[in-house]
């Protein structure tokens, strides 16, 4: 077989294992229905949906919780499947449910520790959710929302934590439909 067959064989393999796991980082995370809503809440009566993402303990700066917020209004119409008319323009009325993501754990590991040994030097995003009435208040339901990546080698030693912030704004819109 000849250098160059040898060559772009291995070229191939190596781009094909660089392509499937580059989707790990930004696989979509879990989350938990933690507070049902009470009763029968009706969902399809909202078109509207404004979402705000806060921090606990000053973990982002303000830039930081805005990228994670336009990720996460950037998935709703995915995850969601058409059930809101209007994303992330504040809109008051009957139609109109308020989205408060706070985010309780972002934790950007070791990539030294995840280069070295997959499990060491994890990277989290955790958040609670709640979705609301806009116009009253009232609480329509809560959930928890998590991302870990552990992986190790090489690819565990590049990921940045921005990489898994796509999976977390994944989890965070599926998690506005209120099914598990």
């Not at 080698?153 to 796509?166: C, K, L, R, S, V």
Request: glycine share 10%; charged share 20%.
């Amino acid at each position: 077989m000849s250098l160059v067959v040898r060559g772009i064989r291995g070229s191939l393999v190596m781009a094909c294992l660089a392509f499937l796991m580059a989707g790990c980082a930004t696989t979509q995370g879990s989350y938990h229905i933690s507070s049902p809503p009470p009763g029968e809440v009706k969902l399809s009566k909202y078109s509207n949906l404004y979402v705000d993402v806060t921090c606990s303990r000053g973990l982002l700066s303000p830039s930081d919780m805005n990228r994670i917020k336009n990720l996460i209004v950037e998935n709703v119409p995915a995850q969601c499947s058409g059930k809101f008319k209007c994303v992330d323009q504040p809109a008051q009325g009957a139609d109109a449910i308020l989205a408060k993501v706070n985010i309780t754990k972002y934790e950007e590991g070791n990539s030294l520790a995840r280069f070295m040994l997959a499990g060491l030097g994890q990277m989290h995003i955790f958040a609670d959710v709640t979705l609301s009435d806009y116009t009253s208040g009232d609480v329509l339901f809560q959930s928890e929302v998590k991302k870990t990546f552990a992986w190790g080698g090489m690819y565990g030693g590049t990921a940045q934590i921005t990489d898994i912030e796509e999976g977390f704004a994944k989890a965070v819109a599926a998690s506005f439909s209120g099914k598990e």
